[in-house]
C-alpha cells in the first residue's frame, strides 16, 4: 500500500503500490500513479502522484509538474509540486515556483531558482542561487555554494560549505 494525497480536495488515503491510478473517496476526484520518464523535449502538464525523472536529454519548459519525487538530470523551465523528494543532478534555471518535500541538489550540480522554493528540509552539495524557506533543516555539505535569503528551523553548514545571504532563522510549526 502507498499514501496518496488528493490534488483536489488534499485527501489523504491509500491505495495498493501496483495500482495505476485511484479514486479519491472524499471527493471521487481522479488520481494519476503513472511514473514518467522522459527524454525528449516535453511541454504537456504532468498530474500524477507517481514519479518524474527528466533524463540527461530530457527538456522541460512552461508547464506544472505535480508529482510525488522528481529527478531532474535534464533540463528544466517550469514550477514543480511534489509531495516527495526533488532531487536535482544538473545545471540550469528552475522558473517556476517549488514546492516539495525534501530538497536536494547534488553534488556537481548548478541551480538558480528564480522563484521562492518551500520546502521541509534542504540538502545541498553543489551550488544553488535562489530563495529557500525551509520548516526543517537545511544542510550545506562540504562542496555546498549558496546564495541567496535562507529560512529555516535549522542550519547545518559542514567544514567547506559557503553560504552568501541573509539567514532568517524561524520558529518550528507546531
Known amino acids: 500500500m ?3 494525497t488528493c490534488f483536489s480536495c488534499g485527501f489523504v488515503h491509500q491505495a495498493p503500490a501496483e495500482a495505476q491510478s485511484s479514486q479519491c473517496p472524499r471527493c471521487s476526484g481522479y488520481i494519476s500513479l503513472q511514473d514518467y520518464e522522459i ?101 550545506l555539505e562540504k562542496r555546498a555554494r549558496l546564495q541567496g535569503l535562507v529560512r529555516t528551523t535549522s542550519l547545518v553548514v559542514k567544514s567547506g560549505a559557503k553560504h552568501t545571504g541573509t539567514i532568517e532563522m524561524v520558529r518550528p510549526s507546531a
Open 2 to 4: 502507498r499514501e496518496i
Open 39 to 139: 527524454a525528449e523535449a516535453w511541454n504537456r502538464r504532468i498530474q500524477t502522484r507517481g514519479n518524474v525523472v527528466i533524463l540527461k536529454t530530457g527538456h522541460v519548459s512552461g508547464i506544472t509538474i505535480q508529482c510525488h519525487h522528481l529527478t531532474v538530470l535534464g533540463e528544466l523551465a517550469g514550477s514543480v509540486d511534489c509531495s516527495g523528494n526533488l532531487i536535482i543532478r544538473s545545471h540550469g534555471k528552475i522558473l517556476g515556483k517549488v514546492n516539495c518535500d525534501q530538497l536536494r541538489v547534488e553534488k556537481g550540480a548548478k541551480v538558480e531558482f528564480l522563484n521562492p522554493v518551500s520546502a521541509r528540509s534542504a540538502y545541498i552539495d553543489g551550488q544553488v542561487r535562489g530563495q529557500i524557506s525551509c520548516s526543517g533543516p537545511v544542510t
